[in-house]
Structures are given as C-alpha cells and as structure tokens.
C-alpha cells in the first residue's frame, strides 16, 4: 500500500520540531495529527503565519482537545508518545507500507523521530522512502512545478497544512503515473 505523507514542522534547520503530520493511504483512508509539545521557540512569523494558521486545532488557543474518527480517518493532538501510539494502530491495517513525500528529507527524518529512531519504525514499513520530486524529474517535469496546478487538484485545504499537502502529493503520484500508463 503505497502512503502518501507530509509534516510541518518549525523551521528548515536540525534541531526543528514537528508541528502535524498527515498522511493519505492509495485507497483513501486518512490520518492527521497535531503535536502540541512543538518548540513554540523556534516558531517565527512565517511558520506563525503559513503552518500554524493552517492547523485545524493548534491555531485555536487552548483547544487542546483529542479529535478522532474511525481508525481509517484519525485526527489527533496530541504529544509525541499519542502520535506514535496512534500511528502504530493506523499502520496495522496495512500488511505492506511503501512511504511517497515531498522534498522528503526534513518529512523522513520527523517520521522516524517520531518513533525514537528507524529501526523503530513499523515492521510493515518499507525502509525506504520515495520522493515525488525525483518522480517529477525522471518524468523530465521541473520538481519546482506548482503541485495543485499540475494535479488539478480541487483544493479542500490550505498549502502548508499536513493533510492537504499528503492529498496534493497522493494526487500528483497519480497523475504521473497515469501519465505513464498512457504512454
């Protein structure tokens, strides 16, 4: 099962802390979380102003609440030690995960912390992960491309929250791949 996923976090530099992640599985099901235990000191006016106003829970000050649906759709906030709890269940509906981002070296390593470290992560998860921007390349499109213009993608959220951009990514993965196919 291929996952689609993306992360926010607080800032481009090592030490940066997750903010959300999302993630959108080839047949649809969904997971969203928000970490409220994010160093709000590394947070500046443009992660203020593009990430955290694009949370569905963290913008909201104090509503710390847990939200959540069926297992294929969770939504979360929460803590580190919930986000992993959590995604483990999630990932036990899957016998084989191959994990799809994009521009995924910061997404990656904030995935594996996540679980302490990679070899924690979920046995059902393929050790290597897949970006969309090499896929852009190979298929000789500028990586650089605008994501939901190339997809046409009908937006349900805003860029730069963790959900939105999974789906953007799932779409874009599926278009060139259809692309492929056509060929």
Known sequence: MKIFFDTEFTGL?????????????????TFYAENV?????????WIKEHVIANTSYLKESGNMDTASTSLSNFYHVEGIGGIRADLRDW????????????????????????????????KNIYYIPFDICTLFK??????????????EYDCDGQKH???HDAKVIKACY????SNQERN
């Open 13 to 29: 530099h090592k030490n940066t802390s997750l903010i959300s992640i999302g993630l959108i599985s080839e047949d649809g099901k």
């Open 37 to 45: 235990d994010y160093d709000k000191s590394q947070v500046d006016d």
């Open 91 to 122: 990932f036990n509906q899957f016998d084989s995960v191959e994990m799809w981002s994009d521009c995924l070296a910061y997404d990656w390593v904030l995935f594996n912390d996540i679980f302490g470290h990679a070899f924690n992560i979920p």
């Open 138 to 151: 190979i298929k000789d499109i500028d990586p650089d491309i605008n994501r939901e213009e190339f997809a």
């Open 161 to 163: 929250n963790a959900l």
């Open 174 to 177: 599926e278009k060139l791949m």
